[in-house]
């Protein structure tokens, strides 16, 4: 298969293109930090992408093309992450983030889909999160941005579905494999922040979390098969057993409750 993957120099994105070389298939990485002109060893074509631009996005696709023509499959990771307080997060912020964790998503999607319509198939893997399904204290840009994507996904795959395309949704829990520089604090989180001790708490554990988080390894392989299967599942979740049970609880208890549950993970200061 061809397969284009966005947000590909580090982190899951990273360990997807790997997998998918491994499996013998034509890998296109798409981001920021590739010149385009660097020798590839491992087998990928790196070329530069920032998904937040409509012209990068389109000179992607068509040097993408050029490279490997006849795309069966993209795979968006593209993302990061902005920590910061519901009420200290900018508006700018926000937009920011969604502008490259979803609207990338969209941009790059609507470029490629009229060339998936006209070969009439297709296939479209977007990576949401936990955070797509469930809210994560101080993470409320990106869990909103997942949550967009959640809802994109399914309307995308009723809309497509008539032209062979194919959509996933990939929902990762913690994983070991992101790096830092993509975890940015709001500029308003500073020392006089009335939720500092909070923020620090929800923010330790959330670093702890990931830390100790699953194998980037094994997610590329589990989605390299689910890829590869003539009839992609809709949803792929590969988290541990108690992000599967968050889950689970979310969708089963009353929203009161499993607030007052996730506030006390992430957020209850254990006093001595
Ligand atoms: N790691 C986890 O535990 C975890 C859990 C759940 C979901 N996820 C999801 O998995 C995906 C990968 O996350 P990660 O934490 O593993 O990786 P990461 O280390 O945070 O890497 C982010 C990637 O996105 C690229 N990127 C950022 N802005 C971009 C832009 N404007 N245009 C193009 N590329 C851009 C970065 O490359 P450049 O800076 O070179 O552009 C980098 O390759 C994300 O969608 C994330 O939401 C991760």
Redesign the pocket.
């Known amino acids: 298969m061809i397969i284009y993957i ?9 360990h997807t293109a790997q997998a998918m070389a491994r499996h013998g298939h034509t890998v296109v990485a ?5 010149d385009g002109n660097g020798p590839s060893d491992d087998g990928i074509i790196r070329l530069p ?4 631009d409509p012209r990068s996005v389109e000179a992607f696709v068509r040097r993408a093309g050029e490279a490997a023509p006849g795309v069966d499959c993209v795979i968006h ?4 992450l902005m920590l910061g307080s519901c009420e200290e997060t900018t508006v700018e912020e926000y937009a920011r983030v969604l502008d ?2 979803f609207l ?1 998503m969209v941009r790059v999607n609507q470029a490629l889909l009229p060339i998936m319509r006209k070969q009439e198939h297709g296939k479209i893997v977007m ?1 949401s ?3 797509g399904l469930l809210g994560i204290p101080f993470q409320s840009a990106y869990t909103a941005a ?1 949550h967009a994507v959640e809802g994109y996904a399914e309307c995308l795959q009723m809309e497509t579905m008539d032209f062979g395309i194919q959509v996933c949704l990939v929902e ?4 070991r ?3 830092d520089s ?1 975890r940015k604090h709001t500029a308003g989180m500073g020392e006089n922040s009335p939720y500092r001790v909070m923020f620090e708490r929800g923010t330790g554990v959330i670093h702890r979390d ?1 830390t100790n ?1 699953s194998d980037p390894d094994r997610l590329g392989e589990k989605l390299a098969a689910a890829v590869e299967r003539k009839r992609m599942p809709f949803r792929v979740r590969i988290a541990s057993a108690d992000q599967h049970l968050a889950v689970f609880l979310h969708d089963l208890l009353p929203g009161f409750l499993n607030n007052r549950i996730l506030h006390s993970y992430y957020l209850k200061v254990r006093r001595k």
């Open positions: 966005t947000g590909a120099s580090s982190g899951l994105g990273l798409g981001a920021r930090s590739f992408l920032d998904v937040t990771c593209a993302a990061f490259t964790d990338g990576f999160s936990i955070n997942k990762p829990g913690d994983h494999s992101g790096s993509y990931e988080g």
